[in-house]
């Protein structure tokens, strides 16, 4: 059997620039995670200019009272792995790694804040994400909370070039200020597949005994066909 622990980081970052008063439909872009096998790990798109790996190009300059849904499709592109485990669980963003790919000149010239853990937190807090494995919901609160996905949340298992799909649902206040205008907070999303070979497969209904119990079990059967015979034996003596 081939196993392995592959884990990758993922930002779901959220930038809002708030114009109180009106409303408009956003358009979500297409987000993908691809596991590209045991030394490649994964790989993240479309990516922007926060960072390479983030998922959420649709969760950008967003307004007071959107809906705002994206689907994030997962697939097994492994070609060492015939299919694997798939998991997913949130982590407190590190303070040490505040939009690394997003330098300060630059979010100063938009106008963006310098955030902090604790700011991005606060800023977070005001919103409301769902994530749904299919029909199931495996998160429902504001994003600086990682609640049921602090532990890995089995996502399924997928052969070699399938895929599942995490639908992400944000919702944002109506009555959010300008106090959050230009705001960005970022979320810190980790994946975990466990790699398998065909050989590690248990076909379903087949015994997968180990030989100890083989051999043992073959003993018990000569034993009880010898006693048979003896008793037979001590019978017709009889």
Not at 1 to 18: D, E, G, P, T, Y
Not at 209 to 218: D, E, K, M, R, T
């Amino acid at each position: 059997m081939m196993k392995q622990m592959i884990k990758r980081l993922s930002a779901l970052v959220l930038s809002m620039l708030l114009v109180i008063g009106l409303s408009a439909t956003a358009f979500a872009a297409e987000s993908s995670v691809t596991f590209q096998g045991k030394k490649k790990g994964f790989g993240f798109g479309p990516g922007t200019d926060y960072h390479t790996t983030d998922l959420f190009n649709g969760f950008k300059n967003v307004m007071p009272g959107d809906e705002l849904t994206e689907t994030v499709t997962i697939k097994n592109s492994a070609k060492d792995c015939d299919y694997i485990k798939l998991y997913l669980r949130a982590e407190p963003h590190d303070a040490e790694d505040n939009t690394p790919e997003y330098n300060r000149d630059t979010a100063k010239a938009e106008g963006k804040k310098n955030e902090s853990v604790a700011t991005m937190d606060e800023f977070l807090s005001q919103l409301n994400m769902t994530v749904y494995n299919g029909d199931k919901v495996i998160y429902q609160s504001s994003p600086d909370k990682t609640g049921k996905l602090t532990e890995n949340v089995y996502l399924g298992q997928l052969k070699r070039n399938k895929s599942v799909e995490l639908k992400v649902v944000l919702d944002v206040p109506d009555d959010l200020g300008n106090a959050y205008a230009n705001r960005v907070g970022e979320v810190d999303w980790v994946f975990h597949a466990d790699c398998y070979t065909e050989d590690s497969l248990i076909q379903t209904g087949q015994l997968n005994w180990p030989i100890p119990v083989l051999c043992g079990l073959g003993i018990l059967l000569i034993a009880v066909g010898l006693f048979v015979i003896l008793r037979k034996r001590r019978e017709n003596r009889a």
